[in-house]
């Protein structure tokens, strides 16, 4: 008896308007995901401004991940500018393109091409805060823990680490501290390019002369070191 020879069933084909219409319902997708993630962000901040008697969000929780609100809801409380267009996938009734997304010569829904990148590099200003608390956190986690070390020896504890909760407000601090130290750094260098300035055109203007040392007008603050 010969063997039978078995056929495995063939992959239906995937056709251009197959590829399309799968391709424009993650567009659509995408759309509603992004819709809803702009009208949280801007109920976020409108929940937090002004008052009950002007502002009909204001105390209302956005930002809390057990309340779940739908893309209808998030439509009727957070409307946008862009509502009134009443854009939508589908056709209306007369068969007029109003309202209705363009689509480009394959039948996708036009969108514009994502410039720059996904994710932005910090400016300098970041960059200056997050290296300050981590040096400002290192210094606080090593005194901490020399704190820690010596409480254990003292009392005959074993030592097992800094606990959770101290080491995120060390953080916390370090934060804070950060913020403080860069602003006051930033704020000394402007006011010395400030003083720098001031002094060249009063040199310019002839009510100071080159004998004026630049460096004791910027760090003294006067034209006698006043």
């Known amino acids: 008896m010969a063997d039978e020879v078995k056929q ?4 239906t084909p995937l056709t251009m308007a197959n590829a399309v219409a799968i391709i424009r319902q993650n567009q659509e997708k995408d759309f509603d995901r992004n819709d809803m993630a702009e009208r949280l962000r801007v109920g976020v901040r409108r929940s937090k401004c002004g008052h ?3 502002n009909p969000l204001f105390g209302m929780v956005f930002d809390n991940p057990s309340i779940v609100y739908s893309l209808d809801e998030l439509r009727q409380l957070v409307p946008l500018e862009r509502d ?4 939508s996938f589908k ?9 209705m997304f363009a689509v480009n010569r394959h039948g996708l829904y036009s969108v514009p091409k994502p410039h720059g990148r ?3 590099h910090m400016n300098l200003r970041q960059q200056a805060i997050k290296s300050e608390a981590l040096r400002v956190f290192k210094a606080l986690m090593d005194k901490a823990t020399e704190t820690l070390k010596s409480v254990c020896t003292t009392d005959g504890i074993e030592y097992l680490g800094v606990p959770e909760s101290t080491t995120q407000e060390l953080a916390q601090k370090a934060m804070r501290f950060a913020l403080r130290n860069v602003s006051g750094r930033r704020k000394e260098k402007s006011k010395a390019a400030h003083r720098r300035q001031e002094h060249s055109r009063k040199v310019n203007a002839g009510l100071l002369t080159l004998a004026t040392s630049e460096k004791n007008y910027v760090s003294r603050g006067g034209q006698y070191g006043a």
């Not at 495995?8 to 992959?11: H, K, S």
């Not at 009134?84 to 854009?87: C, G, M, V, W």
Request: charged letters at 20%; glycine letters at 18%; hydrophobic letters at 20%.
């Open 84 to 87: 009134r267009l009443n854009y």
């Open 118 to 120: 996904l994710n932005p």
């Open 91 to 99: 056709a209306t009734k007369e068969g007029g393109t109003d309202g």
């Open 52 to 54: 009950a008697g002007n």
């Open 8 to 11: 495995e069933p063939t992959a």
